[in-house]
Every structure is written in structure tokens, then in C-alpha cells.
């Protein structure tokens, strides 16, 4: 059984739906402040796919709790991490379906969940920093793994990125929530030069206590790294080394981490 609710902020359920495999809601209304869905399972682990707006790329993930709620984010503040028109209007279409076994065997970035939200637990993949710069959304943690690879700008969708706050000694987790085998990393820095900088080097800690050191170029491509297949369930980036120039804004764009679930 998979279930899909929209509800209010008194968590009155507007509108719901609950199938067998796959269901999904039609609303058709303002959504208002303090809105969410839930998708609800009768039993986790469990592997689900949702896309809650027309505008968000689909999302597998990982839940380890019954009920998932994701409230859905108001464009209140300068600038906005998201398309156009996302959340807003009055027609609304959002999925929510157990993944196929060939979806979760597949070897793929492991590292992306466009539904990210900060503060929300047994929902993987999940990012959380020590460092956000003024509290923006367009600079959460979350937008490194949302599956946007724009990065020669920054601030406002498709430029979202994670950014650091000038703070030297910025790090990020990134939980899968369950153990995964992995051999490959991309980095995606953000490359809105000569407003920005860039890390040269960076560590990444694995949780099953090995790590590995990375050496980055001033590009605006994606970087990858290839190393011997591990077994973890997270990771963070640490030791984030700045390069030498006169450029104050070092972030991070995306980063992928490939591999498959253990079978």
C-alpha cells in the first residue's frame, strides 16, 4: 500500500488517494503557507518514487520511517531556487509509487534527490552543512544534490548552489541512510568567475573510516574521481582548501557519488 495526502498546517488532509503500487493527486486550488504532502507505506525500508510538482525532476528515494511529509516551500525570500511557477497556481500533479528493482539495482548517482528538505530525517539521500550562506535557500545544502549541474552564475534557479558563508572550516554530510558500494565521485564547483573562487583540494571521509583526497581545477566542467570500491553509508567533504586568489566565494554546485545498492 503506498498513500498520498495533501495537508494543511492544522494537518486537516485536503485531499488523498492510496493504491497498491502507484497513486497520485490532482488539486486544484492555492496551495497555502504550511501545506504538505505525505506519502505514507505499510512497511520500510522502502524504495519510492515521487515528483510532487511538475516542475521537479523525479526523485528515487530511500525511507526508512511510515510517513514522509514534505511542506511545500513558499518563494519568500530574494532569490529562488526553483523554475518558474512551482507551487503556485491553481492545477497541480503529484506521483508518488514504489521503485521497480531494476531502478534500485541500477548502478547511478546515489547522491541525488531533487525533494531534499533541511531538518528531515529517515528521507534519503540527505545533505546536511555547518555553513549556509545568510540562511538563503538559494545557497542550502540541499541544491548540491538537487541534479543541477548550471553553475557559471549564482543565486536564483537554475544557478541554486551550496554556499558556505565564507566560513573556513565548512563541511557537508551527505547519508544514504543504508549501506551502498560506490567507486566514483563528480564535482560540480560553482564557476562564476572571477566572482568566485575555488577549492584546489578537498578530503572526502567515508563512513567506513577511509578517505580520499581530491585536487580540483579552476573549470566549470564536471570533475570526476575514480577510486577503489568501497561499502559506506555516508560520506562528508571536509579540509575544503581555498585557492590563493582575490576572489572571496568558493561553493559547490553538485556533487554525484556513483555506485549501486547492495543487493
Do not use: C
Not at 22 to 32: E, K, N, P, R, S
Not at 127 to 151: L, W
Request: aromatic share 12%.
Amino acid at each position: 500500500m503506498i498513500k498520498l495526502q495533501l495537508i494543511d498546517q492544522q494537518q486537516k488532509v485536503l485531499k488523498e488517494r492510496t493504491a497498491d503500487q502507484a497513486t497520485y493527486l490532482d488539486y486544484h486550488a492555492q496551495y497555502a503557507i504550511g501545506d504538505a504532502y505525505q506519502v505514507v507505506v505499510d512497511q520500510v525500508p522502502a524504495y519510492i518514487s515521487v515528483q510532487l510538482d511538475a516542475a521537479l525532476a523525479p526523485a528515487l528515494l530511500y525511507v526508512t520511517a511510515n510517513n514522509w511529509t514534505y511542506t511545500l516551500p513558499f518563494n519568500l525570500q530574494r532569490d529562488w531556487p526553483y523554475p518558474d511557477g512551482t507551487f503556485v497556481g491553481k492545477n497541480h500533479y503529484a506521483t508518488a509509487r514504489y521503485a521497480t528493482p531494476t531502478e534500485i539495482q541500477t548502478y547511478r548517482n546515489l547522491a541525488v534527490n531533487s525533494h531534499d528538505q533541511p531538518q528531515i530525517a529517515d528521507v534519503f539521500p540527505h545533505v546536511t552543512a555547518n555553513a549556509e550562506t545568510r540562511g538563503e535557500m538559494v545557497f542550502y545544502a540541499k541544491n548540491a544534490i538537487d541534479g543541477m549541474v548550471a553553475n557559471e552564475s549564482h543565486g536564483n534557479y537554475p544557478y541554486q548552489s551550496w554556499g558556505i558563508n565564507q566560513q573556513d572550516d565548512a563541511e557537508l554530510m551527505l547519508d544514504f541512510g543504508r549501506e551502498v558500494q560506490i567507486d566514483q565521485l563528480g564535482i560540480v564547483l560553482r564557476a562564476d568567475y572571477p566572482h568566485d573562487s575555488y577549492w584546489t583540494e578537498m578530503t572526502i571521509q567515508f563512513s567506513d573510516d577511509s578517505q580520499e583526497v581530491v585536487h580540483l581545477q579552476k573549470v566549470a566542467e564536471k570533475q570526476l574521481f575514480k577510486f577503489a570500491e568501497r561499502t559506506i553509508s555516508s560520506l562528508k567533504l571536509t579540509k575544503l582548501i581555498k585557492d590563493r586568489d582575490s576572489s572571496t566565494f568558493p561553493a559547490l554546485t553538485e556533487i554525484e557519488v556513483y555506485g549501486t545498492d547492495i543487493k
